[in-house]
Every structure is written in structure tokens, then in C-alpha cells.
């Protein structure tokens, strides 16, 4: 939440150019106050995983946050328990016909990287999706392969394919310190990374409407925004838990698929120890800093949304 103090004292300059939250006394006299709305678009097999890392950073604020569900249509997913989906989720597509309106909506990541995107079942329709929370949200969290899917959706910008799987837990810089999405961040974060693609960085550094706010030269491209905030372009998993790499790399194994110990990920690189969480910290405030960015600069009205 904002700090509300006098709009002539000394450090409301200083905070604000320092992208803290201020709010002078006149407007927090004049301000209309509602739930968030947000809708989450949740891509991958692991559903109810998926919903649980997520809810646990979007519920670690004071804001009251109203959450929808929304799935693809036209995919039929094998992995969610019988009956979940059509329990919980909306179609993308009603969302679409009664247009909807969300302060904020996640697209995620989903196991499909290593196809052409016109090669995704669902593609059309995330791709009317993303056209349309161009116009009917403020803020739109675009995460791994949903990051890369916006990215070529909205700039034609298009992902490469790595030699191996960028896999484990990886440092990362930030390029520009005071901004909103990175208040109370160090200067280098850890972050987990799980990937067989990487966005194209020249192609997105040559778009003067992106900004890569952070980036190493191992992981390349981690966080592109556009819009100031309105789309936010994360390619790794800040969302994941202690145990989701440990889950994919030992699935991987069983399956006899190659993979790679995860990198930085258990003590010594010993997967039978295990890992320890260095990333929750700047997670909460990653996503306390997109929810309380939305609080601030998002209309009241929701139908002034365009």
C-alpha cells in the first residue's frame, strides 16, 4: 500500500523519483477504492500446482485481489482432475464475447516451446486473447513460454532454440533500478530458469517500444516491458516452489529424457540433498510490486479500459 504525506514535504521528491509509493493527502481524500480484478490464464499441465504457486504470491498482499480462471476452449487438457477445469475455469472465449474487464491478467508458460507457435492447437485463440487484453486490461504478466508468445503475438519478435536446456537457478541484473517492478530488489537476483528456447535479444533490443529491465548474458533476456508496465514479459519461473525443478528433472530421468542436474539448485550439486530456496524473497515482492503498480495507475471505471 502507499504512504500518504504531505505533497510539499522534502522526501515526497526524493521517494518519487525513487519510484516508492507516495500518495499526497488530496488524493487519498479523493480516492475510489475496489478489489483488484485478475484473471489468470493458466497454460500449464500442471494445473492446481500452477494455481497454488501463484495464489500463494498474488494472496501476500494487503490488497483484496478477485480472481478468475481462464482456460483455453479449444484445448482439451489430459492433466487437471476430472471435471476442474469446467469447476473453476472460464472460457477464454466468453471472457472474449461479454468483454470482459480485468486490471490485470498472467498468461503462463505451457510445455508447447519447442513447436511453432501456429503449430499450438490453441494458438488462434491465445492469440485473440492477447489481442485483446490489449484493449480490456491494464497490466498483462506474460510468464516463460507465454512471454515468448506475447512477444511474437505483439512484435513479431521470434524465440530461438538453445543447445541445451537453460535449467536451474541463475543470477540476473537489473538494467534500470528505480522502476516500479523492482522496488526493494538488490542489485542481482536469483531467479529459476526452465527452458529449451530463448527470445531473440537483438531483435527486442532494435524494438524502441520494449525496455529489457533485466537480463544476463547466461539467461539473456529475463524481464522485457512495453507500455511502462502494461506488459510485462517474464521468460523465467520466479513463481515456482522448493520442489518444482526436483519434480521435472527426476520426471525427466524416469522418462529417459537428457537433462542436466539443475544449475545452483541442490547443495554441491547433489540431487540427493535438498535444494535450497534462494529466489522466494524477490518473488513476493515482484509480484507485491505488479499488484500494488496495477493499485496505483489503473482506472477506477474498468470501462475506460482502451
Request: aromatic share 10%; charged share 25%.
Amino acid at each position: 500500500m502507499p504512504i500518504t504525506i504531505p505533497a510539499d514535504l522534502p522526501a515526497c521528491g526524493i521517494l518519487r523519483r525513487e519510484n516508492v509509493f507516495v500518495m499526497t493527502e488530496s488524493r487519498a481524500e479523493h480516492q475510489d477504492i475496489r478489489p483488484l480484478k485478475v484473471g489468470i490464464v493458466n497454460l500449464m499441465p500442471t494445473t492446481v500446482d500452477t494455481e497454488i504457486q501463484l495464489l500463494r504470491l498474488l494472496g501476500n498482499s494487503p490488497l483484496q485481489v478477485d480472481l478468475s480462471f481462464l482456460r483455453m476452449g479449444s484445448h482439451e487438457s489430459k492433466n487437471a482432475p476430472p471435471g476442474h477445469l469446467e469447476k473453476f475455469y472460464h472460457d477464454s472465449q466468453e471472457i472474449i464475447r461479454n468483454n470482459a474487464r480485468f486490471d490485470g491478467l498472467i498468461i503462463t508458460g505451457a510445455p508447447v516451446e519447442t513447436l511453432p507457435f501456429e503449430e499450438v492447437d490453441y494458438w488462434d485463440e491465445l492469440a485473440g486473447m492477447i489481442d485483446y487484453s490489449g484493449r480490456n486490461v491494464w497490466s498483462v504478466m506474460h510468464i516463460c513460454w507465454g512471454a515468448q508468445a506475447g512477444l511474437y503475438r505483439r512484435y513479431g519478435i521470434q524465440k530461438k532454440t538453445l543447445e541445451r536446456k537453460l535449467f536451474g537457478i541463475f543470477p540476473h541484473r537489473i538494467n534500470e533500478r528505480h522502476t516500479t517492478l523492482f522496488r526493494g530488489f538488490d542489485d542481482e537476483f536469483l531467479a529459476p530458469q526452465s527452458r529449451h528456447t530463448t527470445v531473440d535479444r537483438d531483435a527486442a533490443a532494435a524494438d524502441a517500444r520494449l525496455t529489457i529491465q533485466s537480463e544476463t548474458e547466461e539467461t539473456g533476456i529475463f524481464i522485457a516491458t512495453a507500455r511502462e508496465g502494461r506488459e510485462i514479459y517474464v521468460t523465467g519461473h520466479l513463481e515456482y516452489d522448493p520442489l518444482t525443478l526436483d519434480r521435472e528433472y527426476r520426471r525427466d530421468l524416469s522418462r529417459g529424457l537428457p537433462i542436466d542436474i539443475p544449475r545452483n539448485y541442490y547443495p554441491n550439486g547433489d540431487p540427493s540433498k535438498a535444494p535450497v530456496v534462494r529466489w522466494r524473497a524477490h518473488a513476493h515482492l515482484f509480484f507485491s510490486n505488479w499488484l500494488n503498480y496495477v493499485y496505483q495507475e489503473t482506472p477506477y471505471d474498468l470501462g475506460k479500459l482502451g
